[in-house]
């Protein structure tokens, strides 16, 4: 969406973002935050949690250190996201299911019901560039943690009687360790794992995801809710009823 510059007082914003941009590609080291760089760094996050801050692909290098203290445990990303799951509980509530086996909910999985922390802890927060290579390597690990307000959701939704799909980017390959990933983090009883197919390889989320939920809905599914830490996993053709983002300022998926 394309906006108009109302005054030059916002030019100093701009330029700030742009000094991050920079630190951030020529890989200058994170430092302690402090003050008005730590404000800036939260006016940071307030873009990407919006999505008005799209295709970056690191974190800041001077926001490592602000995104280090926001997704420690605890800390304000764990309130955030109870905050988020109480929204959703009061959502679902007011839910009149019909009950014949078509009222579904859709997760992702990735910072939305597992939690893959103690992987970013080892790559500065999101400050280095997505290696698949390393990130496969974890996944295959099955470490991923549980993220106890997200099953709390899960397990609530699931006894109300939705139909709980989990659609996730991981491949198909992938499909034996992320079960036993879910298992060990408590989520059992969803009744679709859908993961991405070899003729799905390469397409981005935001088409994707909305490609897979339409073959929901063409079977007769309500999506009543979707759940995810990414806009991509939420907008597009074919959403749910509502759609809530969970906190995630550590990457970004188009």
């Keep these: 969406m394309a906006f108009t510059l109302q005054s030059a007082s916002i030019f100093p914003f701009l330029l700030f973002l742009l000094l991050l941009s920079t630190a951030a590609a020529n890989g200058s080291s994170k430092s302690k935050l402090c003050g008005r760089s730590a404000s800036r760094c939260l006016a940071w996050r307030l ?89 496969e390597a974890w996944v295959s690990e099955t470490k991923a943690l549980v993220l106890p307000s997200s099953l709390l959701l899960y397990n609530v939704l699931l006894a109300r009687g939705f139909k709980i799909f989990l659609l996730t980017g991981r491949d198909e390959y992938q499909r034996n360790i992320t079960t036993h990933n879910l298992f060990r983090a408590g989520y059992k009883g969803w009744d679709g ?49 509502r759609s809530f983002k969970l906190p995630n300022p550590m990457y970004y998926i188009s």
């Excluded at 897979?212 to 991509?232: A, C, M, N, P, T």
């Design 193 to 241: 794992l859908i993961l991405r197919g070899v003729n799905e390889q390469g397409s981005a989320a935001g088409v994707y995801k909305p490609e897979k939920r339409g073959e929901l809905v063409k079977k007769g599914y309500r999506l009543w809710g979707s759940v995810g830490d990414q806009w991509s996993d939420l907008s597009g053709p074919y959403e749910a009823s």
């Design 47 to 135: 873009s990407v949690e919006t999505s008005n801050l799209k295709n970056w692909s690191v974190v800041p290098s001077k926001c490592v250190g602000y995104v280090e203290k926001y997704m420690r445990t605890p800390g304000q990303y764990w309130e955030d996201s109870k905050v988020a799951v109480l929204t959703i509980l009061g959502y679902a509530k007011t839910v009149k299911l019909v009950g014949d086996g078509k009222d579904a909910w859709i997760f992702d999985i990735d910072e939305t019901l597992l939690s893959n922390l103690p992987y970013y802890q080892q790559h500065e927060y999101g400050g280095e560039a997505y290696n698949s290579t390393t990130f």
